[in-house]
């Protein structure tokens, strides 16, 4: 109870007219309710005389055939694009008016069902809605601004066709790019078989000479057919297998240069001559430079 | 060769009466004209029909208005022949001197674009001598000369009306549909007329406000192309009189431009206000020369009192670990063994 009637002073403070005593009166009166005081945007009070309005109508209203008027009222046309689409528009006929294709789409279909509805009773009438073609009078719009229209409607047409155009020239040369490299990669390899293919000829590996002919792609199909094979039954090559000797191949790999107790003590390789730095000299003095000094070699030059 | 005469509106004798429609007792004679020999002969831009409805409308504005007013003024011209054009208002005359222009111009409805503050445009559309009249705010305006809207229609061609249903429902709505029909459609027969009907204008009613919108017909199916203008029109308030009298209906939804443009005044200074304020704020925080912390508040959290233990001191040398690990020979040494 106290705070309502905080409630109710608080929002009331600008006009201070009423003081809080009276506020309080008026509280237990039950006239004073929570939520009675939230703000809200002043409401006018407009007028909505409706008995002047009807009244004003029947004043206004003559008694027109329909060719003097050629008024309908409808709800709009079917909506094709949207029933193509699946969607069932909202009944009623109410359209978001923010929506601007929508709204547009709206007023089209209203204008349609009004002429679909209205060409019938024109043709009972015997009224045309379509003037001969040989028959000339003013439009609305001269035929400066239809052609203006026109140009307008080319150019936007042509940048269309335009845009398009180089967007199908972009992808083309990507694609392009691609089927070059293939290109020249497949050049590549069948020189490179051609190649290798004489190779053999000339070390007497094969008699045959069909690889002159311009069927190469058989015998590359043929070597390609089981290279692996091949190998495995060749063995690896001399360079290979000295590398292997020399650097093993294969086993673990670990703890294989350490020393072991044998290869400690074994001295047989040891030469007392040599060891210490002592056989150094003895073979430098041995195998001594035979190339003289730089400067040597510039006089002898300049000499020559 | 020369190619066969052709002849307007030529019904054999009767060619000369068709100047004359008034002279024309029956009503039902329709444009067909009677293929006399071999002349091409076709409809006749001034009907055979009798001109009964003497519909005139009063097309004209205040000073002041822009040039995409004076041009809708112009299409709304060509697109209703049985229009009048009027000298533009003083800003200064009253509202109710229209009347008397009305009767002075033979017309008994009448548009009058009011234009305020060279941005705003009001239209008063009324009948001209007992009422009633509508003033509306107009928006979005779209004149003939754009170049998006593509259809063309006859000048003076009578246009179909094309109504939302909306209309019929309410009472304001459906007076002024009323007024609509009476002000834009062109009578039949008019002199001044075509006697085709090849375009539709559009009143459709959404977000509160009425959307005007004029299409060509070009198809007999159905297929239709905008030609314009196109306006919309806000209902502000209807009179019961000719500008004037006692209103009969006024838009709860109708906003005043101005009051529009003042909200969004005032919210961009709101929105500016708040900012400098939270800037000065922060700048007075800045300023603000800070407390030094002399005593720390969370010093004595973990200050517990806990059981005092004494001190002891281990006096004789660490002895050998009982658990030591045994001996293990080196990695090297395990390798070669393993060898």
Redesign the interface.
Known sequence: MEDDTQLGTESEEEDSDLSDGELQEAFAKGLLKPGMNVLTSKS?T?????D???Q??A????T?PW?????????P?EDIIARAEGKHPAPG???N?EDDFQ?EM???R???????E??PR?KKL???????E??F?????SDQ??Q??RK??ISKQAILEKSEKAKKLREQRKFGKKVQVEVIQKRQKEKKAMMNAVKKYQKGMTDKLDFLDGDQKAPAAANQKNPKADMAKRGPNAKRKSKDDRFGFGGKK??KK?N??ESHNDVSGFRSKVAHGKGGKKGNKGKQNKRPGKSVRKKMKSRS | MSPPKRKRGSNGPAGKKAKQAKFVDNEDVEAVPTTAQEEITVPAPVSMGKWKNKERVLIFSSRGVNFRTRHLMNDLRTMMPHSKADTKMDRKDKLFVINEVCEIKNCNKCLYFEAKKKQDLYMWMSNSPHGPSVKFLVQNIHTLAELKMTGNCLKGSRPLLSFDPTFDKEPHFALLKELFIQTFATPHYHPKSQPFVDHVFTFSIADNRIWFRNYQIIEEDGALVEVGPRFVLNIIKIFQGSFGGPTLYENPHFQSPNMHRRELRQATTAKLREKQMLKELQKMKRTENKEVATKDVTADVFATPGVEKPVHIQEEEPGQDPKKRKPKPFKRRRMQMSR
Do not use: H
């Not at chain 1, 009078?137 to 719009?141: F, G, L, T, V």
């Open positions: 006018r407009c007028v909505n005389n409706v002047g309005m009807k004003c109508l004043e206004l209203s003559k027109l060719v003097e008027r050629l008024d309908l009222t409808n709800l046309a006929g109410s359209v008016a709204r709206f007023f089209y209203q204008a349609q069902a009004t002429v679909l209205a060409l024109l015997n009224i045309s809605t379509k003037r001969p040989d028959y009078a003013e439009m609305a719009k601004q239809m203006k229209i307008k409607l670990s703890g350490w072991t107790k």
